[in-house]
């Protein structure tokens, strides 16, 4: 069974959103026994660098992980393999889509600590959707058993669009984060997203997990939608400038040079990977009106 665009006479039979035209998954491709993370957030709010710190925290409790970066920019693991590696749609190209032409170095590239490092890429601008992006990449790594052996999957998904290819990712994972800052832009993307996972976990098993506020100082805006909408903050790392280094010297933060404050933070992202493996509690968040966003966070 292919992946499919389910059209609208076949939404009552789905019901993934009113209105909704979903991209559906091959049911039978399934990840395993791995628990997955699907880590969402606005444009530019720092889902690349969370993932990659966090999967390098698992790695460092012992985990063998394996973080997909679904964005064109095929910048998610960036800092863990110090280049920019080839997305699966480049390598499939080079051999006409028979993926069993390839072999797992073509994809599959291996990050600090063990980490391994997959882009799924996306397709060209305007031409196709990044749901079968996301199904592509999942049954490759199944047709070359790379899931039987890890232990966690994190998918770092592009920005802040929560449309049915875009929320593919969603049909695999256990938890869905939210990476927000403590500002309105990023908290009404939140609120979407919120809307967004609530409506695939009616079919799939995919639960919210929690916000990692980030680039933040404080967190009361963020705090106050948490009590509005029921969500919790798992981990809060503010806005220090070794994490913008970080990222310029082509490390994850686990490998910058040592001072307090970033002991601090990786202690922190030590903490949430624990958490989180231990078994975040499911949230039943509920999303608030576009209007109600805006008296929330003191807008006149």
């Given at each position: 069974?292919?992946?499919t665009?389910?059209?609208?006479?076949?939404?009552?039979?789905?019901?993934d959103?009113?209105?909704?035209?979903?991209?559906?998954?091959?049911?039978?491709?399934?990840?395993?026994?791995?628990?997955?993370?699907?880590?969402?957030?606005?444009?530019?709010?720092?889902?690349?660098?969370?993932?990659?710190?966090?999967s390098?925290?698992?790695?460092?409790l012992?985990?063998?992980?394996?973080?997909?970066?679904?964005?064109?920019?095929?910048?998610?693991?960036?800092?863990?393999?110090?280049?920019?590696?080839?997305?699966?749609?480049?390598?499939?190209?080079?051999?006409?889509?028979?993926?069993?032409?390839?072999?797992?170095?073509?994809f599959?590239?291996?990050?600090?600590?063990?980490?391994?490092?997959?882009?799924?890429?996306?397709?060209?601008?305007?031409?196709?959707?990044?749901?079968?992006?996301?199904?592509?990449?999942?049954?490759?790594?199944?047709?070359?058993?790379?899931?039987?052996?890890?232990?966690?999957?994190?998918?770092?998904?592009?920005?802040?669009?929560?449309?049915?290819?875009?929320?593919?990712?969603?049909?695999?994972?256990?938890?869905?984060?939210?990476?927000?800052?403590?500002?309105?832009?990023?908290?009404?993307?939140?609120?979407?997203?919120?809307?967004?996972?609530?409506?695939?976990?009616?079919?799939?098993?995919?639960?919210?997990g929690?916000?990692?506020?980030?680039?933040?100082?404080?967190?009361?805006?963020?705090?106050?939608?948490?009590?509005?909408?029921?969500?919790?903050?798992?981990?809060?790392?503010?806005?220090?400038?070794?994490?913008?280094?970080?990222?310029?010297?082509?490390?994850?933060?686990?490998?910058?040079?040592?001072?307090?404050?970033?002991?601090?933070?990786?202690?922190?992202?030590?903490?949430?990977?624990?958490?989180?493996?231990?078994?975040?509690?499911?949230?039943?968040g509920?999303?608030?009106?576009?209007?109600?966003?805006?008296?929330?966070?003191?807008?006149?």
């Open positions: 069974m292919s992946d665009l389910v059209r609208p006479n076949n939404l009552l039979r789905r019901g959103g009113d209105g909704s035209v979903q991209v559906q998954l091959d049911p039978g491709v399934k990840i395993g026994t791995a628990k997955v993370f699907a880590v969402y957030g606005k444009g530019g709010i720092g889902k690349s660098t969370t993932s990659s710190n966090l390098v925290a698992f790695s460092k012992g985990k063998r992980v394996l973080q997909i970066g679904c964005d064109p920019k095929h910048d998610s693991t960036f800092t863990l393999t110090k280049h920019l590696q080839p997305t699966v749609i480049d390598v499939l190209e080079t051999v006409n889509f028979h993926s069993e032409e390839l072999r797992v170095e073509d599959v590239f291996q990050g600090y600590n063990g980490v391994m490092c997959v882009e799924a890429g996306g397709p060209p601008a305007g031409t196709g959707c990044g749901g079968y992006v996301v199904g592509q990449t999942v049954k490759l790594l199944k047709e070359h058993h790379l899931l039987e052996e890890t232990d966690v999957v994190i998918f770092d998904v592009l920005g802040d669009v929560v449309c049915g290819g875009f929320a593919a990712p969603l049909q695999h994972a256990d938890r869905a984060l939210i990476v927000a800052a403590n500002d309105f832009d990023s908290i009404f993307a939140m609120n979407r997203i919120v809307a967004a996972i609530q409506a695939k976990a009616r079919n799939y098993n995919v639960r919210l929690g916000v990692i506020c980030n680039r933040s100082a404080a967190t009361d805006q963020v705090d106050r939608y948490n009590a509005a909408t029921g969500l919790s903050t798992l981990a809060h790392f503010p806005d220090l400038d070794v994490i913008r280094r970080s990222r310029l010297k082509k490390s994850t933060l686990f490998e910058m040079e040592s001072s307090p404050e970033l002991e601090a933070v990786k202690l922190e992202y030590l903490r949430l990977a624990a958490h989180l493996w231990a078994g975040a509690e499911p949230l039943e509920s999303p608030l009106k576009d209007r109600e966003i805006f008296d929330l966070l003191g807008y006149e």
